[in-house]
């Protein structure tokens, strides 16, 4: 199992920072913004899914002030279904008249594609679509609509950590709980700032009612937000809605759960990577691909007359704002917590669109 990093600029090895903007590079870069999308999205998942853990155990709350610190952690288990995505490709790729396509996965050989399957960040082995531009009489002709078409590789993975959370917690009058998560994240540099916090307030709300006015027992409301962000590179807020009942069983042990609705959303940005004419990325067929990379010199566009380069000032190149969205919205949470005087360890496991292991401990200082 290996660890989900806080920065998605980590997980590519390809990826560095220029001019306060993040750069992908290798066949990362040749992803269309719709390909990426789909392409980072359960990786997005594991991200959302981490922010919006571990926000309540109990549902019972003090009517007093009272202050504590919570260390969570978390894993999450990778379905079959997220390790892959249906890639869109160029309009031309389904025309024989105008490129004769074909990529062979598993054996079988598929011609004149307009879409393929290839793996998302979590995925494995990508298959390159070999595509021969024609001219009107059948023969090979160059045309400026690139060559083959080319998707990276995922990183084999079936589970990952989660982002681990020290959270603040506090009881008020009144049986208000409140969670404020710290994490601690340096800056990138001067330029590039990293910011990340959270509030998550629960409300015990069974007092109100006659039938279920019981010491033992806990209904509680609970809200959430989160803002993640990265200067000029991601910007991303979490927000978690749900209601959570426990049972003190005895003095040592107590059970909860729960369902919350929640969702994680924002925009994440970057620019391709420097590429050369004569390397094979700067032949790809995507048009929105290819008029956004640029040489050592400046932007990689094409004479569409004869198929020469035409380069541009590249510091005026064009950043992608790729949308984050997360397959998970709906959690269902069942778990235990153990209560030692001022410690209490608890675990639980949350069925959502990637399974969810996670626990940890709290310690109330009064």
């Not at 049986?175 to 998550?200: A, C, E, K, Q």
């Not at 959430?224 to 069983?249: C, E, Q």
């Not at 729960?258 to 990325?281: C, H, L, M, W």
């Amino acid at each position: 199992m290996k660890k989900l990093l806080l920065f998605l600029v980590c997980c590519y090895a390809t990826s560095a920072v220029y001019a306060q903007k993040l750069e992908l590079g290798g066949t990362v870069s040749l992803l269309t913004k719709e390909n990426f999308e789909a392409y980072s999205k359960p990786l997005f998942t594991s991200m959302g899914q981490s922010f919006n853990s571990n926000l309540w155990t109990t549902a019972v709350h003090e009517d007093r002030f009272k202050i504590g610190l919570d260390f969570s952690f978390m894993a999450m288990l990778i379905p079959e279904s997220q390790k892959n995505y249906t890639a869109a490709l160029p309009s031309h790729f389904s025309n024989p008249q105008i490129a004769r396509t074909a990529y062979n996965k598993n054996g079988v050989e598929t011609v004149q594609p307009s879409t393929v399957e290839q793996p998302t960040f979590y995925g494995s082995t990508p298959t390159t679509v070999y595509s021969i531009p024609q001219d009107q009489n059948g023969n090979y002709t160059y045309q400026s609509i690139g060559g083959n078409a080319e998707f990276p590789s995922g990183n084999g993975l079936n589970a990952v950590l989660g982002i681990p959370a020290v959270q603040i917690m506090m009881d008020l009058p009144s049986r208000t709980h409140v969670r404020l998560r710290v994490v601690p994240v340096p800056s990138i540099d001067d330029d590039m700032n990293v910011f990340y916090g959270m509030i998550s307030v629960g409300h015990q709300f069974n007092q109100y009612i006659d039938p279920l006015k019981d010491s033992t027992l806990g209904i509680s409301l609970n809200a959430a937000y989160s803002l993640f962000s990265i200067t000029n590179v991601i910007d991303a807020n979490a927000l978690a809605i749900g209601i959570n009942a426990s049972k003190k069983l005895n003095e040592y042990f107590t059970v909860f759960g729960g369902i919350q609705y929640e969702d994680f959303s924002g925009t994440f940005t970057y620019v391709r990577k420097d590429v050369t004419p004569n390397e094979a990325s700067s032949n790809t067929p995507y048009d929105e691909v290819r008029e956004n990379l640029y040489t050592n010199n400046g932007f990689l566009n094409i004479n569409p007359n004869n198929g020469t380069y035409m380069v541009n000032n590249k510091d005026n190149r064009k950043p992608v704002v790729a949308d984050i969205s997360t397959f998970s919205n709906v959690r269902i949470v069942a778990g235990g917590e153990v209560h030692l005087k001022a410690l209490q360890l608890h675990a639980q496991v949350a069925y959502l669109s990637q399974f969810m292991f996670s626990g940890g401990f709290s310690v109330w200082f009064n």
